[in-house]
């Protein structure tokens, strides 16, 4: 079974609209992270916003928040007033436990293509 | 330079050659990662150092050779690829231990590779 779902191969957004691309997660383990990444055509992979699993409110990080609902295993990235510059890949990952030894593992999901029209 | 920087950005070889994908931090990290990115499938963790030790090998194949001579470097040793293994190749790194909670990793901007 995969761990991270992303069912939105691709989603349009007006500039200056809010956006929310879904994520569903798989886990057993009580202590888990999800984090969301970036990645424009450039290829590099940009961290957005952590979400600890023990965290009791959502997290923010500027125009990004994440809309944690743990009993579904969702979380979702919003993007709030959305820009030009927003068009890019977005990936949902998850990492499992807490951090073991130095290195942490994170299982990605397959992506969603966002693209902001005028 | 600043943060993940990976050279080449794009390199084109046939299945008989030998070549090297290079990984710089700067960033005074101690974990580095390697990961597969191909079209339509999730990133692949390769491998992972931590403390220049390997750590983690996700069932790669042996024609891929990591090595991590020091906590800043990592290289990915190339030699008789198939052409399936044409993807993006992206190296990350991360804090570890008595860095942030989120411990994120950092990604450099990859290295495409084609094989003919």
């Known amino acids: 079974a995969q761990k991270i779902t992303q069912t939105q191969p691709g989603m349009f957004v007006q500039e200056k609209e809010a956006v929310t691309l879904d994520c569903t997660y798989d886990t057993s383990d009580p202590s888990y992270g999800l984090f969301w990444y970036k990645q424009p055509s450039s290829g590099e992979m940009i961290f957005l916003i952590y979400q600890g699993s023990y965290d009791q409110q959502n997290a923010t990080e500027g125009r990004y928040s994440l809309n944690f609902q743990k009993a579904r295993k969702s979380a979702n990235l919003v993007i709030s007033a959305s820009q030009l510059g927003d068009s890019a890949m977005y990936f949902c990952?998850?990492?499992?436990?807490?951090?073991?030894?130095?290195?942490?593992?994170?299982?990605f999901g397959t992506g969603t293509r966002l693209q902001v029209t005028l | 330079e600043t943060g993940v920087t990976q050279t080449p950005r794009h390199l084109v070889m046939g299945m008989t050659n030998k070549k090297s994908l290079k990984c710089e931090q700067h960033l005074g990290h101690n974990a580095m990662y390697w990961y597969k990115q191909s079209a339509k499938k999730p990133l692949e963790l390769m491998f992972v150092?931590?403390?220049?030790?390997?750590?983690e090998n996700n069932s790669v194949p042996s024609r891929f050779s990591p090595e991590c001579p020091n906590s800043s470097h990592l290289f990915l040793h190339l030699h008789t690829l198939q052409p399936e293994d044409s993807a993006l190749y992206l190296c990350?790194?991360?804090?570890?231990?008595?860095?942030?909670?989120?411990?994120?990793?950092?990604f450099g901007p990859g290295t495409r590779l084609t094989v003919l």
């Open positions: 150092y931590s403390l220049e030790e390997r750590v």
């Open positions: 990350a790194s991360s804090q570890g231990r008595g860095g942030s909670s989120y411990n994120e990793q950092f």
């Open positions: 990952a998850m990492r499992e436990g807490v951090h073991t030894g130095t290195a942490s593992k994170l299982t």
